[in-house]
């Protein structure tokens, strides 16, 4: 970030003393005629200093000097044609005499700041224009001193209250607010960011530069209500673009309005009917709202203008999954996928067709490509470990569900799944009611998740438990054919269970009474 050290608006003055108030500076002259020559080296030097004939004006300031040395003024005008002449130590030491003779010197103070800024003093610097500010709090000069200052310093969050001071003192410093919002914004500091354009757009409401910035701001921090009403403000000043029903669209989809998602998007479509983009997105719309004709007409349209992009048939593909046709997904994706070998959509798609048709061999291949693409998914491992289990090879099913545990402590899908394994296979049912019970801690209302805990709890021979987690887990799903029959079953082994208690009882009942006298 290039820093400019002094603003525009930060000037050192040299206030020229008028005639009438220069007396009394000079009044422990040794005499009239003294006073009266010193003023005129004096005012000679200002002459000078402001031609930019610094030497010269050295030259009167120090007659001045020489006739009346207790005078802070003349030290501080010498100062200054020293610090303009490079010549910072003899300037900083007629300082250090102004500031002997009176403390108070404001003009004293002002120039050591700007000379310790000039040698990098920079700690020194910002001591003195807080000092400075304590006396002028209102000075915007001095304020923006040290907002420059706090830059140098990195401390970004100084600086920018200082900005934001500067402006709340005089309101026509838009130039503060700029400089505080470049900062808010190169360091990621949103939430001021925000603040600083909410100033900004109160002093100019019609500033469509900062209403971007404010909306951008807003869809950060996912204020999406927000960024619609700073859109409508957006629409008000100026005509209606394609980006702006764009964004109007992904903002109603995250406020789950597929309706009005798609009424956006749409309006896109009328100004841009050519674009690949916007045909899959309306694909998508629909499909996310279950309208299949019109996200079959988009995406027909999608595949006829572009050919070439593998979306359109990944589209026909989720389309006929989600009819139940896995061989048509099949049929649109096998000629594509030599296409488009490095897709990853389209080889988990052929991976989960493929697994829907029992061809496990096809689906674990396609699967394990899509994971190579994106070694991440958790979706590819989920569905690999599912054909692991079924075609038995369970020692990678295993690594898989390891994996993904250990990797998301929050996967209730993984607990559960390998849970309902290892009981499957009946192995370690101990581990297996462990793991159960940290999937339904996870999704305590979940059907499939009860399910499998009720079903340890069958293979435990513990019907109560077992009934009391399936009938829960029916009462939620009712329409599920596994649950229903593990229900069936428990209640059937615990009725038999009480037959058989039942019978032991007769036979030791029967027992006593043979052997009782």
């Known amino acids: 970030m290039k820093i400019n050290i002094f603003p525009q608006i930060f000037r050192f003055k040299i206030v020229f003393i008028c005639l009438i108030n220069i007396f009394q500076y000079f009044s422990f002259a040794q005499s009239a005629n003294d006073r009266d020559l010193a003023l005129h080296y004096f005012m000679q030097g200002e002459f000078l200093l402001k031609q930019g004939n610094y030497a010269s004006a050295v030259l009167e300031f120090q007659e001045a000097i020489d006739l009346d040395p207790n005078v802070s003024t003349l030290h501080v005008s010498i100062a200054d044609?020293?610090?303009?002449?490079?010549?910072?130590?003899?300037?900083?030491?007629?300082?250090?005499?102004?500031?002997?003779?009176?403390?108070?010197?404001?003009?004293?103070?002002?120039?050591?700041?700007?000379?310790?800024?000039?040698?990098?003093?920079?700690?020194?610097?910002?001591?003195?224009?807080v000092e400075l500010n304590k006396i002028e709090p209102d000075?915007?000069?001095?304020?923006?001193?040290?907002?420059?200052?706090?830059?140098?310093?990195?401390?970004?969050?100084?600086?920018?209250?200082?900005?934001?001071?500067?402006?709340?003192?005089?309101?026509?410093?838009?130039?503060?607010?700029?400089?505080?919002?470049?900062?808010?914004?190169?360091?990621?500091?949103?939430?001021?960011?925000e603040e600083i354009c909410e100033l900004l757009i109160i002093e100019d409401p019609k500033n469509t530069k900062y209403l971007e910035i404010?909306?951008?701001?807003?869809?950060?921090?996912?204020?999406?209500?927000?960024?619609?009403?700073?859109?409508?403000?957006?629409?008000?000043?100026?005509?209606?673009?394609?980006?702006?029903?764009?964004?109007?669209?992904?903002?109603?989809?995250?406020?789950?309005?597929?309706?009005?998602?798609?009424?956006?998007?749409?309006?896109?479509?009328?100004?841009?009917s050519v674009n690949n983009d916007v045909l899959n997105e309306l694909v998508s719309l629909f499909l996310n709202?279950?309208?299949?004709?019109n996200a079959k007409k988009y995406n027909e349209i999608l595949i006829k203008k572009f050919p070439n992009d593998p979306r359109g048939y990944i589209n026909s593909a989720l389309i006929f999954?989600?009819?139940?046709?896995?061989?048509?997904?099949?049929?649109?994706?096998?000629?594509?996928?030599?296409k488009f070998d490095n897709n990853?959509?389209?080889?988990?798609?052929?991976?989960?067709?493929?697994?829907?048709?029992?061809?496990?061999?096809?689906?674990?291949?396609?699967?394990?490509?899509?994971?190579s693409i994106f070694p991440n998914s958790r979706s590819v491992k989920h569905n690999l470990a599912l054909i692991y289990d079924t075609t038995e090879k369970w020692a990678k099913s295993d690594e898989l569900y390891l994996d993904l545990i250990s990797t998301d402590s929050t996967d209730a899908q993984a607990y559960n799944n390998y849970?309902?394994?290892?009981?499957?296979?009946?192995?370690?049912?101990?581990?297996a009611l462990e793991l159960a019970k940290i999937s339904i801690k996870l999704k305590p209302d979940s059907a499939p998740y009860l399910d499998t805990i009720g079903w340890i709890y069958y293979k435990l021979k513990d019907y109560d438990k077992a009934i009391k987690y399936i009938k829960k887990s029916l009462s939620i799903d009712s329409n599920s054919d596994v649950i229903k029959e593990h229900f069936d079953m428990v209640i059937k082994a615990k009725n038999e269970n009480i037959i058989k208690k039942n019978n032991q009882q007769a036979v030791i009942q029967d027992s006593s009474g043979i052997l009782s006298p």
Do not use: C
């Open 81 to 129: 044609a020293y610090r303009r002449l490079g010549k910072n130590l003899r300037a900083e030491a007629h300082l250090d005499i102004a500031l002997d003779i009176n403390p108070k010197e404001v003009e004293a103070h002002e120039l050591l700041g700007k000379l310790y800024i000039s040698q990098k003093r920079i700690l020194e610097a910002e001591n003195t224009y």
């Open 419 to 431: 849970a309902y394994s290892l009981v499957e296979r009946d192995q370690d049912y101990s581990f």
């Open 139 to 193: 000075n915007i000069d001095y304020i923006f001193a040290l907002a420059d200052i706090s830059r140098i310093q990195k401390k970004w969050h100084n600086a920018i209250d200082y900005y934001i001071k500067a402006y709340k003192i005089n309101s026509e410093l838009s130039s503060a607010l700029e400089n505080a919002i470049q900062i808010s914004l190169a360091t990621n500091d949103y939430i001021k960011s």
């Open 321 to 338: 999954l989600e009819n139940e046709k896995p061989k048509s997904a099949i049929e649109v994706l096998a000629p594509v996928i030599i």
């Open 214 to 272: 404010l909306k951008d701001l807003a869809l950060y921090n996912d204020k999406y209500e927000k960024a619609l009403d700073i859109i409508k403000r957006l629409e008000n000043l100026g005509k209606p673009n394609k980006e702006i029903f764009m964004e109007k669209s992904a903002i109603y989809r995250q406020l789950n309005k597929p309706s009005l998602a798609i009424g956006e998007m749409l309006k896109v479509y009328e100004i841009d």
């Open 289 to 293: 709202v279950d309208e299949k004709l």
């Open 344 to 371: 990853y959509t389209a080889n988990y798609l052929l991976g989960i067709s493929y697994y829907q048709i029992e061809d496990y061999l096809n689906s674990e291949s396609y699967l394990l490509k899509a994971l």
